[in-house]
């Protein structure tokens, strides 16, 4: 898996030397994140997910696997907070953000590489199944703790106008209701979907911060500990005990031991959460995931890892 996750990490050290040597204009890295953000992401999530079979056991299998463990982690997540309690609110839904979403450009960048076509598939069917799960539970967590109620009304628009969401659930509507649709517009898309890994990537790489101001040490270290270590172990003992198939196994363990999410940076500096401890966590996991992403592998005896 390394051979595979080292182009990642390079392409993501080339947007840091970008930012730090400034060989692109400053509105770089603002211009193609909202370019893969608002097009390009959506475009690869609505053709991978339009392709997809939502038929059959493994799909009950792999939404068990994924979410279980995501629920759980939010669980634990509230617990330890118990024990941070200086904690400021904004920073608790940066914690709560960390410990919980996945690194989407990563995520299929590496599947996509290592991979066969059937499991890096199944990576893609878990971030459609937990990508508006997540969401919707990030945007609960920065109402709460930016001291007002959350809204549900509010919460249900922002999801909507989400255009990850809103790609994820135009994939799955055309899959489930075997709508055809014209090769020219799929072969498009593909495209576009390729231009998203590389964009998001160097988004990853130019949002990287290197220094321990205001990083909140004991959060970062709790936060990473649930996301990379905590959560795919959950989602190899759900597998354990669901008796799935090696490749539902996979995926699922894979998806649970990706890196916090870069959007969760955006999500936080516009919806009050702490927005400097984001960047760190998205930084750190960033880093450990060279390491914790391959062990992913060894939670799954039954592999034979």
Known sequence: MLASIIPVFLIILLGVAIRRYGWMPADFFPSIEKFAYNIAFPAMLFAGTARLSFHGSQVGELALATLVPTFVVVVLTLGSLLLLPTLPGASRSSVMQGAMRPNTYF????????????????????????????????????????????????????LAKNPIIQSTLAGVVVSLAGIPLPKE?????????????????????????????????????????????????????????????????????????????????????????????????????????????????????????
């Open 107 to 158: 995520g299929l960048a590496v599947a996509a590489l290592f991979f066969e076509a059937k499991t890096a598939s199944l990576v893609m069917l878990a971030l459609a199944l937990c990508l508006p799960v997540v969401n919707a539970l990030s945007v609960v967590a920065l109402a709460w703790w930016s001291g007002s109620k959350p809204n549900f009304v509010t919460v249900a628009r922002t």
């Open 185 to 305: 517009l799929m072969n498009t898309l593909d495209i576009l979907g390729k231009a998203a890994t590389a964009l998001g990537l160097l988004c990853v790489g130019g949002g990287l911060v290197f220094t321990m101001e205001g990083a909140r040490p004991a959060a970062l270290t709790v936060t990473s500990v649930l996301k990379l270590l905590v959560m795919p172990l959950l989602a190899a003992q759900v597998c354990l005990l669901l008796h799935v198939s090696p490749q539902v196994a996979l995926a699922a363990c894979f998806y649970c031991a990706l890196p916090t999410a870069p959007n969760a940076y955006i999500m936080a500096k516009q919806l009050g959460g702490d927005a400097r401890l984001m960047a760190s966590l998205i930084t750190l996991q960033t880093l450990l995931a060279v390491v914790t992403v391959p062990l992913s592998r060894q939670f799954m005896p039954w592999l034979g890892a």
